[in-house]
């Protein structure tokens, strides 16, 4: 049986106003990086997501979740 991991870590990418798009763990206080796409931004943040195996959650213009990559990471036996 499989379960959501306990304390687990995210890596969101969204909409940063009008400077862009932003890259930020869910534990963090400050975005990691601002990018000028929603491309760019995602590529980052994927990046750093199979680095540390933890989830990247793409949020759309509104906010809500456009998808999620490495969702493996989020569950343990």
Do not use: C
Request: aromatic letters at 8%; zero cysteines; a positive charge.
């Amino acid at each position: 049986m499989y379960k959501i991991k306990e304390n687990l870590v995210l890596n969101h990418v969204y909409r940063r106003g009008r400077k862009g798009w932003a890259v930020r763990k869910s534990s963090a206080a400050r975005a990691a990086r601002v990018f000028q796409t929603q491309a760019e931004a995602v590529a980052y943040g994927a990046m750093l997501s199979n680095l540390h195996n933890i989830p990247l959650i793409v949020h759309n213009t509104h906010g809500t979740v456009e998808s999620i990559i490495n969702s493996d990471a989020i569950w343990e036996r």
